[in-house]
């Protein structure tokens, strides 16, 4: 993967560095601090006023800060602990301040310190009654040896390429995990600018130096500065200031920034309720990263020039300041932002296009082949991504539960209850159960709750059908009967699942939905028609635990194996059987489960009891997967493959040569269906290391191809899927059925009407 990511801790709140990459390639870096938890008011934010010197060449920060009290009910008099990276040095303080060496006196420091980004030092300041502000001087090179989630590198914090501090590094005093407002005056090289969140107070030019200010009247969990050798671009957006900060001067790039910052900023005030701050800023950062912090996002240099990006992943980083960046998440009752974030965003954005049922049959996908039982946790559980398993959870069943609770709702009540929510919680933390508070009030149901059954146990329904018949009740009216079982261990789910009954000489099915509370229910739905299929959840409504037949083979069911073998080719040419045996170590060590790996020569045949891949064009076993390959129009021969079927990028379908391609693909085991086979290959093992790196991030597809060195993904697709399950073919009275397609189902409007120049 050529993306640098950080995985991070979790979330304390403002740290939404929500990674664009999400929508940009599949892939999910998520970064976030830990909340710094040492009281020093619980009832209102502390004030910094910070006096920042920048200077790039030595790679030194020199601040001052002051540090007003908060009013509250606790007297804030006393003996006080606060913690500084280790690598500035405490010059002046008013009280004194002291180095505090032995801190696990204080329970409470114990948190501050693991889940600090960097090292730190402990001090101890005592405030007298009169005393109503802590000053503190410090300068020095901060120390960053841990990766951090600013600019995803582990090297200097400073140099002349830039700056990108966050709460994490420590750069200011932090007393507690409580909210802070803050204005800054930071002085730095007439080159470069300085952005921060907030308003924009001062900005001008003295000399060799750029005075800029920056203030938050509003709270926020933690501080960031960044900046660098940056070309500004600025709009008004609807009395909003939209700016775009670009490392080399670009105005067509700037300006289609500017216009969708406007568009998005639009859009999510008309359905949230006012946007919460005074500007929006897209900042490129020098690193590669995705992240969002309030009111501004830092995108890397290739990331702002993926053409999809303005249509994909930005708007997740705008409506952040909706969800985690507006309304804090309080981490201790889960992490709800990022669900509630990627179902308003990017399956927004698909629900536009039409594409909603696919988005989240995807989405259930990735539940489907990465949590296994054992990995599964319940949604109050979830800190942040740290792996596929707890992505699919945080992520993808969060926004499928969100799907559910509007379908529930409707779409008038579902907005209402999430602007309600965010009236309520603007620049406060909140909990899963604060939501669910929102949903059961627009629900009628005060005191009851729409969210508790999915967020606070692990687990999935799954669903079968069976028994389907029809019955004469007239001319033209039948009864069609079923037998629809939730067939999960433990306890029924409370469903309202939608169901479609194809009619012969309609061109759209019939559509209703029927409550499902019960492990065994005897359906009957009266139709006017004779009836020829019955589609049980045909748009994937639910969030369940899919049938295997209901989805297309794909990388993610290797990817995500509890037990793999990897089998290398003996007869490939020694440098390419070192490759694979490098490539196949690099997955060994970062498999989630157990994976083995040998040569073709030492396997009598494959085994039965977890997913295999084989590697390399000269592998023994490569006949299997070509005998499995579930589109006809599909081929894979000595000289060369074909891979054809529904190819999601422009692309001719031409034949595909092995001299200058490499190829992996997905299929189901063919005496074992529940099992994946994967293949990969190439003639050049300079494309291996490229390929190792890539291919985890594209685990929804079940076919990709390669071009060069690099490689450069050429072509990407998802096989063909058969007949679902939960799809059965209604037999007449006579016992007849008839093979028909499904019928046409009702158009149904996106949750916000689609802007033709976004979703372009």
């Given at each position: 993967m050529p993306f640098n990511v950080v995985t991070?801790?979790?979330?304390?709140?403002?740290?939404?560095?929500?990674?664009?990459?999400?929508?940009?390639?599949?892939f999910i870096p998520i970064s976030?601090?830990?909340?710094?938890?040492?009281?020093?008011?619980?009832?209102?934010?502390?004030?910094?006023?910070?006096t920042v010197v920048v200077e790039p060449e030595s790679g030194r920060l020199t601040v001052q800060d002051v540090i007003t009290r908060p009013d509250g009910e606790r007297p804030p008099h006393g003996v006080h602990h606060f913690l500084l990276n280790a690598g500035l040095r405490l010059t002046a303080s008013t009280p004194d301040a002291a180095v505090w060496r032995d801190a696990a006196r204080v329970p409470a420091l114990a948190p501050l310190i693991e889940t600090a980004g960097a090292p730190v030092t402990a001090y101890t300041?005592?405030?007298?009654?009169?005393?109503?502000?802590?000053?503190?001087?410090?300068?020095?090179?901060?120390?960053?040896?841990?990766?951090?989630?600013?600019?995803?590198?582990?090297?200097?914090?400073?140099?002349?390429?830039?700056?990108?501090?966050?709460?994490?590094?420590?750069?200011?005093?932090?007393?507690?995990?409580?909210?802070?407002?803050?204005?800054?005056?930071?002085?730095?090289?007439?080159?470069?600018?300085?952005?921060?969140?907030?308003?924009?107070?001062?900005?001008?030019?003295?000399?060799?130096?750029?005075?800029?200010?920056?203030?938050s009247p509003e709270p926020q969990d933690e501080i960031y500065l960044v900046g660098g050798p940056l070309t500004e671009y600025t709009r008004d957006a609807s009395g909003v200031t939209a700016m775009a900060f670009l490392r080399t001067p670009d105005q067509a790039l700037a300006d289609a920034y500017l216009d969708a910052t406007g568009r998005y900023l639009a859009l999510y005030s008309a359905l949230l309720g006012p946007y919460p701050y005074k500007k929006f800023a897209m900042v490129e950062n020098v690193q590669e990263t995705g992240y969002g912090m309030p009111s501004f996002t830092l995108l890397g240099s290739k990331v702002i020039r993926l053409p999809f990006i303005l249509t994909s992943s930005y708007p997740?980083?705008?409506?952040?300041?909706?969800?985690?960046?507006?309304?804090?998440?309080?981490?201790?009752?889960?992490?709800?932002?990022?669900?509630?974030?990627?179902?308003?965003?990017?399956?927004?954005?698909?629900?536009?296009?039409?594409?909603?049922a696919e988005y989240r049959r995807a989405a259930l996908q990735k539940y489907a082949d990465y949590v296994a039982e054992a990995k599964d946790f319940p949604l109050t559980q979830f800190r942040a991504r740290h792996s596929p398993a707890t992505e699919a959870v945080g992520y993808s069943k969060a926004l499928m539960v969100f799907h559910m609770v509007r379908r529930e709702l409707g779409d008038d009540a579902f907005l209402r209850a999430l602007r309600g929510f965010f009236e309520r919680f603007r620049f406060r933390r909140a909990t899963f159960a604060d939501l669910d508070r929102a949903f059961a009030a627009a629900a009628g149901r005060p005191g009851g709750s729409l969210l508790a059954p999915w967020i606070e146990k692990a687990g999935a329904p799954a669903l079968k059908v069976g028994g389907v018949k029809a019955f004469r009740q007239g001319a033209d009216r039948y009864l069609v009967t079923a037998l629809v079982e939730q067939t999960q261990p433990g306890a029924a789910y409370r469903l309202r699942v939608p169901v479609a009954v194809t009619l012969e000489g309609r061109e759209q099915a019939y559509q209703t939905t029927f409550r499902l509370d019960t492990k065994r229910l005897g359906l009957e739905l009266p139709v006017e028609g004779r009836p020829l299929l019955l589609d049980i959840d045909p748009e994937f409504d639910l969030f369940r635990r899919l049938d295997r037949a209901e989805l297309p083979p794909a990388l993610s069911g290797l990817f995500g194996a509890e037990r793999l073998l990897i089998v290398l080719?003996?007869?490939?040419?020694?440098?390419?059987?070192?490759?694979?045996?490098?490539?196949?170590?690099?997955?060994?060590?970062?498999?989630?489960?157990?994976?083995?790996?040998?040569?073709?020569?030492?396997?009598?045949?494959?085994?039965?009891?977890?997913?295999?891949?084989?590697?390399?064009?000269?592998?023994?076993?490569?006949?299997?997967?070509?005998?499995?390959?579930?589109?006809?129009?599909?081929?894979?021969?000595?000289?060369?493959?074909?891979?054809?079927?529904?190819?999601?990028?422009?692309?001719?379908?031409?034949?595909?040569?092995?001299?200058?391609?490499?190829?992996?693909?997905?299929?189901?085991?063919?005496?074992?269906?529940?099992?994946a086979l994967g293949w990969l290959?190439?003639?050049?093992?300079?494309?291996?290391?490229?390929?190792?790196r890539k291919l985890p991030h594209y685990g929804k597809y079940g076919y990709l191809v390669f071009e060069g060195d690099e490689p450069i993904n050429v072509v990407k697709g998802e096989w063909p899927v058969g007949r679902s399950p939960l799809s059965a073919l209604v037999a007449s009275p006579e016992g007849e059925t008839r093979d028909v397609p499904r019928a046409r189902l009702a158009p149904r409007p996106a949750l916000a009407a689609t802007d033709a120049r976004i979703t372009r």
């Open positions: 991070g801790r979790p979330r304390g709140g403002a740290a939404r560095r929500a990674a664009v990459l999400l929508a940009v390639l599949a976030a601090r830990g909340r710094l938890s040492m009281p020093f008011n619980a009832q209102a934010p502390v004030k910094h006023a910070l300041v005592t405030l007298a009654v009169t005393d109503r502000t802590i000053t503190l001087k410090y300068e020095g090179e901060l120390a960053r040896p841990r990766a951090t989630p600013a600019d995803g590198s582990s090297g200097p914090a400073i140099s002349t390429d830039g700056i990108a501090l966050s709460g994490q590094d420590v750069w200011y005093p932090v007393f507690d995990h409580g909210l802070v407002t803050f204005s800054i005056a930071a002085r730095a090289p007439a080159s470069w600018e300085v952005i921060s969140q907030g308003r924009r107070t001062a900005h001008r030019r003295e000399a060799a130096q750029n005075l800029v200010g920056w203030e997740h980083e705008i409506l952040h300041n909706w969800w985690g960046n507006g309304v804090f998440v309080d981490v201790d009752g889960g992490n709800w932002s990022e669900g509630l974030t990627a179902y308003l965003a990017d399956h927004l954005m698909q629900e536009q296009r039409g594409l909603g080719p003996a007869g490939a040419p020694e440098p390419l059987r070192e490759g694979y045996r490098r490539l196949a170590d690099a997955w060994k060590a970062s498999q989630p489960g157990q994976t083995d790996v040998v040569f073709d020569e030492e396997v009598k045949a494959l085994p039965d009891d977890r997913a295999v891949w084989l590697f390399g064009w000269e592998n023994r076993f490569r006949p299997a997967v070509a005998a499995s390959l579930p589109d006809r129009s599909a081929s894979i021969t000595d000289t060369g493959a074909r891979l054809g079927g529904r190819v999601l990028v422009p692309f001719n379908d031409t034949a595909l040569g092995r001299a200058t391609h490499s190829a992996a693909l997905a299929v189901r085991d063919p005496a074992h269906s529940d099992r290959a190439a003639d050049r093992a300079a494309a291996l290391p490229g390929l190792g």
